[in-house]
């Protein structure tokens, strides 16, 4: 069963920069596409980034396209989300996930069936 560990999370002043980790465990990491949703305090959760299975694709809600980026290190097992120029509406808990389908190109968010615990991000203005 794979395991999903988020960390990195924090305060930050507005137009800072953060960098949140997913250590994935359980799984043959380089065969699953991945990626990050969040939920802010009262609200749904809702899609942030994923990366394809091979690191080709990316795809990024818009709220945050060219301001975060997502990225794998398949030799560490890790996912990474770097986030700059960040805003007060960024704070929320942040969740990497994963697909439970082999070679996904991260674009079916359906497919992203497994959670980690999450980690804080809050953004003060």
């Known amino acids: 069963q794979v395991q999903l560990v988020e960390s990195g999370g924090g305060l930050v002043q507005a137009g800072d920069s953060l960098r949140l980790s997913c250590a994935v465990s359980?799984?043959?990491?380089?065969?699953?596409?991945m990626g990050w949703f969040r939920q802010a305090p009262g609200k749904e959760r809702y899609f942030v980034a994923s990366?394809?299975?091979?690191?080709?694709?990316?795809k990024y809600e818009d709220a945050v396209r060219r301001r975060f980026t997502v990225s794998r290190d398949d030799a560490k097992n890790v996912l990474d989300i770097h986030m700059s120029s960040m805003k007060p509406e960024d704070t929320a808990v942040y969740y990497c996930?994963?697909?439970?389908?082999?070679?996904?190109?991260?674009?079916?968010?359906?497919?992203?069936?497994?959670w980690g615990q999450g980690t804080q991000v809050t953004v003060s203005s």
């Open positions: 990366i394809s299975w091979n690191g080709t694709r990316e």
């Open positions: 996930v994963a697909d439970e389908h082999l070679y996904g190109l991260g674009y079916n968010l359906q497919r992203f069936g497994s």
């Open positions: 359980g799984r043959t990491f380089s065969r699953y596409a």
